[in-house]
């Protein structure tokens, strides 16, 4: 499974942007996805993540302003992100969760075994 990560950009506090995660080599109707970001010298950090039967997680920085969705006739999950503030400032990355059977632990960066290579939000104050 390969994913591929677009979207990002700069934009000023307040602005809104649309992440898209692009996946293939795999079924993605049946993946978990998330969304992470991590802020310069900061952990990887859960953000938000959509179940295989569409059932959606935030945390709780993200809740409110950012929405989670998935479109599995293009093989892709987005997230919306509006009332962008600096310190949503960081690299964004998708991750997919090929085995949606049992518990889904969905902020853990352990549940997920592919990785996208990132994009980069920056946010102006």
């Known amino acids: 499974v390969q994913l591929q990560a677009s979207g990002g950009g700069l934009v000023q506090a307040g602005g809104s942007l649309r992440l898209s995660c692009a996946a293939s080599?795999?079924?993605?109707?049946?993946?978990?996805m998330g969304w992470f970001r991590q802020a310069p010298g900061k952990e990887r950090e859960f953000v938000a993540a959509?179940?295989?039967?569409?059932?959606?997680y935030y945390a709780d920085s993200a809740k409110g302003r950012f929405t989670i969705s998935r479109d599995n006739a293009k093989n892709t999950v987005y997230l919306q992100m509006n009332s962008l503030k600096p310190e949503d400032t960081a690299i964004y990355y998708c991750?997919?969760?090929?085995?949606?059977?049992?518990?889904?632990?969905?902020?853990?960066?352990?549940?997920?075994?592919?990785w996208g290579q990132g994009t980069l939000v920056t946010v102006s104050s």
């Open positions: 991750a997919a969760d090929k085995d949606q059977t049992g518990v889904y632990y969905y902020s853990r960066i352990s549940e997920y075994e592919y």
């Open positions: 959509v179940r295989r039967s569409g059932s959606t």
């Open positions: 080599g795999g079924t993605f109707s049946s993946y978990g």
